[in-house]
């Protein structure tokens, strides 16, 4: 993990996410904790610098952002607040496996992250003050069910309210569960008046409108592709199959698959929505095509 300062008393640990870090007089907090095989790196870090956090702040249930909470629970006896729908998830992680299952009792595969429990609840759009430190936190849904924003001063953590130009050239599909709302959310970071936006993934930015442009830009360009492949009817599958193909993307796991799904389900649903596209049944499948 490398050690990288924003502000004063801001700094990040960059590894698979960025993972927040903010000292408070004595107090540190972390937001968001990485992934579960990261957890122990993680802890080495902190020891070395003597270092003891007292709150970890979780921007969404994502397992590469609240993987670590159970290892740093143990060890720390920390704080953990969370938006009250996604600390379902983070104390019930098998919620999300059912979810991609369709409510199905899901594949062992898919039964990854190990609970961690949620002590205070953070609602989106308030201000509030923790152990001293006056905090913002925005509704930035859109990435998942119920994300917030981390607002200290004039620096926003973002999670994944918006997708790194890394990002967007790296998946073809970043993953999504409400189109609207994303845009929604993109739009909000764009009128704001914070000084510097740190993604989960990639790296921070001043000039949030460039990065909002492109993340829009990436939306329409899906959009446009998902349009043309339903001139003719298919189903999911097809549709998935089709896309895949047009992208180039190789599936080789189940924790691929389900989440590449649930990202084009969002598309289908907004498009169904805005009347762009419809609903049949083709086979006795559910289809969908062009309006």
């Given at each position: ?239 998935l199959e089709a896309l895949f193909s047009y992208y180039e993307i190789k599936i ?40």
């Amino acid at each position: 993990m490398d050690f990288m300062k924003i502000d004063e008393n801001i700094a990040i640990l960059k590894g698979f996410i960025n993972i927040g870090l903010i000292w408070l007089g004595k107090e540190l907090f972390l937001i968001d904790s990485g992934l579960e095989e990261e957890a122990e790196e993680l802890n080495g870090f902190l020891r070395e610098k003597g270092l003891s956090p007292a709150v970890l702040i979780n921007t969404h249930a994502h397992q590469d952002h609240c993987g670590a909470n159970n290892y740093l629970q143990k060890h720390y006896n920390l704080d953990i607040f969370a938006a009250y729908k996604e600390s379902l998830f983070i104390e019930n992680p098998l919620f999300e496996a059912y979810c991609f299952s369709s409510g199905a009792s899901p594949l062992e595969e898919m039964k990854t992250l190990l609970p961690s429990r949620v002590t205070d609840f953070l609602l989106p759009g308030e201000k509030k003050e923790i152990k001293g430190g006056e905090f913002f936190f925005p509704s930035l849904v859109g990435h998942s069910i119920d994300q917030i924003g981390v607002g200290i001063g004039d620096i926003l953590f973002c999670g994944d309210a918006f997708f790194s130009p890394y990002v967007l050239e790296r998946y073809k599909l970043p993953f999504l569960v409400d189109l609207d709302r994303f845009l929604a959310s993109l739009e909000y970071l764009k009128k704001s008046n914070y000084r510097v936006f740190i993604p989960a993934h990639g790296e921070a930015t001043t000039d949030i409108e460039t990065v909002v442009d492109l993340n829009i830009a990436k939306v329409k360009k899906i959009e446009e592709d998902i349009l043309n492949l339903l001139v003719e009817e298919k189903s999911i599958e097809d549709l998935l199959e089709a896309l895949f193909s047009y992208y180039e993307i190789k599936i080789s796991r189940p924790d691929q698959y389900f989440p590449l799904k649930t990202t084009v389900m969002a598309y289908l649903s907004s498009l169904s929505n805005r009347k762009s596209i419809r609903t049949g049944i083709k086979g006795n499948i559910l289809s969908w095509r062009v309006n």
